[in-house]
């Protein structure tokens, strides 16, 4: 069967550090990847997806960016934190073009102080 | 474009009695539809989909939901609430008619559903 994990699941990071929180899947072969983000525990914004190693789309220009090393490895970085990108960040995956529901990882609460 | 809407930002229902949680959506072409559910501080857990067939659909812990073409509307349903059903639920649809991949998911806002003892 297929998981997906996040890590880590909480951080605590000052205003202008850096940032890398990261996400992989087992048990499937090119999944898509999604990066979301969620304010005040509402609703969701998709912030970049994946379709393969190396090829990232981004939905909302932003001070974040993201990256597919590998297959089944998603990562979502800053430069240089703002207050503004604290939230609860979560990624999924799903199968292909087709039907297929996003299965969501266990999120990472960031706040930035 | 494609949007969902959830009217009720907070459903309340006692232990026992049955549960609706409403779902509207527009689109351009055919809806596929999905519920998930949110427990506090954690992911979202698919509940069920609608792609095509039947429009009553089953899913996971006892939920269903009814799909209605003239209304535009995906309500998620239970015949007997629990407490521990209390969460954060999300309905959202893909538009067939765009195609593309998974960025095409759009998402309700969510509405809140307190199930008394």
């Not at chain 2, 559910?37 to 979202?44: D, E």
Request: hydrophobic content about 35%.
């Amino acid at each position: 069967s297929q998981t997906i994990h996040q890590w880590p699941a909480t951080l605590v990071q000052p205003v202008g550090s850096p940032l890398s929180l990261e996400c992989t899947v087992e048990g499937t072969s090119n999944p898509n990847l999604y990066w979301y983000r969620q304010a005040a525990g509402r609703g969701l914004q998709l912030l970049f997806y994946s379709v393969g190693i190396g090829q990232i789309s981004s939905e909302v220009p932003q001070n974040l960016s993201a990256s597919r090393p590998q297959d089944r490895q998603f990562i979502l970085s800053s430069k240089k934190l703002l207050l503004s990108d604290s939230g609860f960040y979560l990624c999924a995956w799903s199968e292909g073009q087709g039907a297929y529901e996003q299965y969501f990882g266990p999120g990472t609460r960031l706040t930035v102080t | 474009a494609q949007s969902v809407a959830q009217p009720e930002d907070q459903v309340n229902v006692a232990e026992g009695n049955p549960l609706t949680v409403k779902c509207t959506y527009s689109v351009s072409g055919n809806p596929y539809l999905f519920w998930y559910v949110q427990y506090p501080n954690r992911g979202l857990q698919f509940l069920l989909k609608y792609i095509t067939g039947d429009n009553l659909v089953k899913g996971s812990y006892g939920f269903e939901a009814e799909f209605n073409k003239s209304q535009t509307s995906f309500h998620l349903k239970k015949p007997s609430a629990l407490v521990s059903d209390s969460a954060l639920y999300f309905c959202a649809v893909r538009d067939t008619a765009r195609g593309g991949y998974g960025q095409n998911f759009v998402f309700g806002p969510g509405t809140r559903l307190s199930v008394l003892p």
